[in-house]
């Protein structure tokens, strides 16, 4: 397998992983995990591993969707294990095309909205070469991604919930109505990938959101200036379909 990590090009394959592996004490997994050769590890421990490259360069999401594509078995974790004879009990999440595999019923949050449209663009020939890890709020672009010819920026956005994710708080319902919360989302969302334009010299600007008539509006709404911007809104259906005015993978 070739793909791109950080703008180098690399190859990878399973007996690389399954051999780079061999020896190694797996660290606890504290959320997903891969199992290689019946032994479960961290997903970054085994990418960084694997790809010899420091585990502080990428995101879990890509060690994952790469580990995936080569045919290891990814977990979630519900206990950390101690040594390597004490494996965490593990739930499968995935295999290795199903678009939304490891995002589940989490649509239409962020990171799952994120998870697919990587899957989309890797179906067309992209290479996903940088996703931020949106469960933390990291910073910078949601998502890079490159082919020979192209080269693309987009800040994703899921769709809010009535209710607060806070178990402090559960079952509490919030002030805002999620149409209104959505509309400050896509203008933050709409900031963001003018400021991409700057930032990101030559890459195409993207917005990509859940499919939803209220960002279906919004984006109807701001079509002039975008198209002035050449910012384009992808809308963005669980299933891995899309909609939008003038951008294609």
């Known amino acids: 397998m070739r793909f791109v990590l950080n ?11 399954i051999t780079r592996l061999r020896q190694v004490v ?4 504290r959320e997903h995990g891969v199992r290689v050769s019946g032994i479960v590890f961290p997903v970054k421990q085994a990418f960084e591993r694997a790809v010899r490259v420091p585990r502080a360069e990428f995101t879990s999401h890509i060690a994952l969707r790469h580990l995936r594509t080569l045919g290891f078995e990814i977990v979630s974790s519900t206990a950390r294990p101690s040594s390597p004879d004490q494996q965490p009990s593990v739930a499968l999440l ?3 095309s199903t678009p939304l595999a490891n995002a589940g019923s989490r649509w239409p949050w962020e ?26 709020k990291a910073r910078g672009v949601d998502l890079l991604a490159e082919t020979d010819t192209r080269r693309l920026g987009a800040e994703v956005k899921g769709w809010p919930s009535d209710t607060y994710a806070d ?9 805002t109505q999620p ?13 963001k990938a003018m400021l991409l334009l700057d930032s990101h010299p030559g890459r195409e600007s993207l917005m990509v959101l859940p499919a ?11 079509r002039t200036g975008r198209c002035a911007a050449n910012i384009h ?6 299933d891995g379909t899309y909609a939008s005015e003038w951008w294609k993978p």
């Open 212 to 222: 939803h008539d209220r960002y279906r509006d919004l984006a109807t709404r701001t």
């Open 7 to 17: 703008g180098v090009a690399r190859d990878l394959d399973a007996e690389t992983v």
């Open 26 to 29: 797996p660290e606890p997994v």
């Open 94 to 96: 995935g295999g290795t």
């Open 167 to 175: 178990p402090r708080r559960a079952g509490e319902t919030k002030r």
């Open 233 to 238: 809104v992808v809308l963005l259906d669980r």
């Open 179 to 191: 149409s209104t919360q959505a509309g400050h989302w896509f203008s933050q969302a709409l900031c």
């Open 111 to 136: 990171g799952a909205v994120q998870q697919v449209f990587a899957d989309l663009l890797e179906r067309h020939g992209w290479s996903v070469t940088a996703m931020a890890d949106t469960a933390t």
